[in-house]
């Protein structure tokens, strides 16, 4: 029988393996942050190892992408390899385990390897013709130069029983019987994902092992290959898959952009946002909490709190957001400070083409935080702050909605016209004189406000009205007043 225990009380070391065949996926990405959340918690160590060795598949542009995701969540490691730079130590390994009478050679031709097939009594598991080859006979083919592939020999007959303790999912067991002789390296003499990644553990003094629920079934191939090494293997602990609405997984190939982290990023998340929603899809901290702080998370951690099952994001063709996701976003704007919130926004306002002052973003920031979830939305909510004209009014939106006309409109926007010219402007200057007009012309103050709004905004929902004409200035409001009354009266 073979055991995994967890570990002794040494720090932990924990590592985020994506191997760079695209974007950084949503799950991965959530993988990445139990890993970190787990070594910090516990003062450990974080190792970001690139799982680089599929060569047809792996390109710099997703490592690219990789590294850009990672950055943005603002996560550090402590440690960084690639395993492409480690191949000679997977060979090593191979060739020890082979030296132990634990692996043999296979010659079958690649394009006939009896592995990728299933035999009439059911699944491959074995060749007999290879597994049974003498050593002798195995070495001289081998020095002919005949190719071979190096599989492991998973012991047969002999009711062996692979076992160990999930930290998530509880006990688990295989009998060795069941587990096909996998291959550690193929014909070309590179390694394979179970070798490579095992052997880099083991030499890495990796003690935990955070990974996916769909690798699960890997631990039982990945647990002789840890006894052929004569290392004791890590604990395990594998998270619960995150799927779409309808119970698929997650796939890049099927959801597209849905399910990268760039693209969040890209919509205006803030990164504590989008981490503290990717940890509550599968882990919770059992007191009802969903709006938390990084800080708040990592002192929760644990993996006794990561559910079994597996994890909906709840995205449409129409909307690829999860709700929760864009109202947890909309809570951590509000929870910054209005210096923060407009050095996060000043990227935005860039790229939609204003000339934004650090200053200007910073008068604007408090009026708009409100009226936006995310950091995307606010160039549309306050695009009339930056723009010198706006665009041609509804003269339908200048009247007033309650009892009002275009004369009762023109009326208020001429009077306000003359009042604004001499007013001081500041938002209790602008109250106190606005409020007198409104007054002065027998109406409402919604009735006169609304006019006025919409002149100077373009809008009839807008921030509020003093602090926005504050932060505009007298002449941009006189000038846009202008323009509307011009409009009011070409309609007349």
Same mark, same amino acid.
């Given at each position: 029988m073979t055991d995994s225990a967890p570990s002794s009380g040494k720090s932990p070391r924990v590592r985020f393996a994506p $191997?760079?065949?695209?974007?950084?996926?949503?799950? $991965?990405?959530?993988?990445?942050?139990?890993?970190?959340?787990?070594?910090?918690?516990?003062?450990?160590?974080? !190792?970001?190892?690139?799982?680089?060795?599929?060569v047809e598949r792996n390109t710099d542009a997703s490592v690219q992408s990789i590294f850009e995701g990672l950055r943005w969540l603002g996560l550090s490691w402590d440690e960084e390899y690639k395993q492409s730079e480690r191949l000679a130590l997977h060979r090593r390994q191979a060739e020890a385990i082979f030296a132990k009478g634990l692996a043999y050679r296979d010659f079958t031709p690649a394009h006939a390897d009896p592995g990728e097939q299933s035999s009439s009594q059911g699944a491959w598991l074995f060749n007999p013709g290879m597994r049974e080859l003498t050593r002798e006979d195995s070495d001289r083919r081998a020095t002919s130069g005949e190719p071979f592939a190096l599989r492991y020999r998973v012991p047969r007959g002999e009711d062996r029983v692979l076992r160990f303790v999930d930290a998530v999912y509880g006990e688990q067991s295989k009998l060795a019987d069941e587990v096909e002789d996998f @291959?550690?390296?193929?014909s070309d003499g590179n390694p394979t994902y179970h070798l490579a990644s095992c052997a880099d553990d083991a030499d890495l003094r990796i003690t935990h092992i955070i990974r996916g629920q769909d690798h699960l079934t890997n631990t039982f191939k990945h647990l002789l290959i840890f006894e052929g090494l004569s290392t004791p293997p890590p604990q395990f602990a594998h998270l619960p898959?995150? !799927?779409?609405?309808d119970g698929a997984k997650l796939s890049k190939r099927r959801h597209g952009p849905v399910v990268s982290v760039t693209t969040y990023r890209d919509a205006?998340?803030?990164?504590?946002?989008?981490?503290?929603?990717?940890?509550?899809?599968?882990? $919770?901290?059992?007191?009802?909490?969903?709006?938390? $702080?990084?800080?708040e998370i990592r002192e929760a951690f644990t993996l006794e709190n990561v559910n079994r099952s597996n994890a909906v994001v709840n995205f449409t063709e129409e909307d690829p957001f999860d709700p929760k996701a864009v109202w947890l976003n909309a809570e951590h704007i509000r929870a910054l400070s209005v210096e923060e919130l407009s050095r996060q926004l000043a990227p935005f306002f860039a790229q939609a083409g204003f000339e934004a002052t650090p200053e200007k973003i910073l008068a604007v920031t408090p009026l708009i935080r409100e009226r936006i979830?995310?950091?995307?939305?606010?160039?549309?909510? @306050?695009?009339?702050?930056?723009?010198?004209?706006? @665009?041609p009014y509804d003269p339908a939106e200048l009247i007033p909605s309650k009892g009002g006309d275009a004369a009762m409109a023109l009326r208020v926007l001429q009077y306000a016209q003359e009042v604004l010219a001499t007013t001081n402007f500041d938002h209790d200057s602008l109250d106190q004189a606005l409020r007198a007009a409104a007054a002065h012309l027998g109406l409402k103050a919604g009735q006169a406000f609304q006019p006025i709004r919409v002149a100077v905004c373009g809008r009839k929902n807008a921030?509020?009205?003093?602090?926005?004409?504050?932060?505009l200035g007298r002449e941009l409001c006189l000038a846009r007043i202008r323009q509307a009354m011009e409009s009011l009266q070409t309609r007349e």
């Open positions: $191997s760079p065949t695209g974007f950084l996926h949503v799950g $991965s990405a959530r993988t990445f942050i139990f890993n970190w959340l787990y070594a910090r918690h516990n003062g450990g160590t974080l !190792v970001l190892r690139l799982d680089d060795t599929d @291959a550690l390296l193929r898959l995150l !799927v779409a609405p205006g998340f803030l990164p504590q946002a989008f981490i503290n929603f990717l940890c509550l899809l599968g882990w $919770s901290p059992k007191d009802d909490r969903e709006f938390m $702080s990084l800080d979830k995310l950091l995307g939305e606010a160039p549309a909510a @306050a695009d009339f702050f930056f723009l010198p004209q706006l @665009a921030p509020p009205l003093f602090e926005t004409m504050t932060v």
